[in-house]
């Protein structure tokens, strides 16, 4: 905390009085786009014993370890149950402004929301308005509306002032980066070529129609 890190000890909730923060710990996650992100966070959420909900736009033959996956269609239905809604789905065009003002405010108040897929599943607008007003808790934003382009390096990420939000944690599209990320991409690269020379399926085929 920044208080702490200039010597204050104001901010303890033992010492200074300081409020107590929130806990992960039995709180419901709503998982939108339930496939391989999806299913990694639902294991995670769920070591936490997390009840853990999914949304997807295809049919799930094995929702485990979600203990249950709706339709987008009845994505009205998910959303006021959760603490936390991870937004992890393709932009497609019916994931595109998915989440507007009217499913923000389905939502709990002082629920997180956290993007991790494409800026425009949610109203830029819509989710600007839920946080400064204080409906949302907090959004983690890794996502962004906006990005830099030659003519603009230092483009800001959108048109409203997320950056003035003391409740936005912003992240310029890196949250998957880490020491070890490069390591891993090159694995799967090599792992396919060695399947490719020993005339085996490959791993992560695109389709293209």
Known sequence: M???RAGSWVASPTLGGGSPHGEVLGRTIGIVGYGRIGREVAERATGLKCRVLAAN???VADPAPAEAVFSLAD?????PLCDTVLIACALAPETTGLIDARRLAL??????????ARARIVDEDALYAALKDGHLGGAAL???WQYPTEVKPERRPSRRPFHELPNVLMTPHSSSSSGATADRRWSV???????FARGEPLENIVLHT
Request: hydrophobic share 50%.
């Open 2 to 4: 920044t208080t702490f």
């Open 57 to 59: 736009r295809s049919p």
């Open 75 to 79: 994505l009205d239905r998910m959303l």
């Open 107 to 116: 939502m709990k108040p002082g629920a997180l929301l956290i993007n991790v």
């Open 142 to 144: 890794d996502v962004w």
């Open 189 to 195: 690269v090599a792992g396919n070529l060695d399947r």
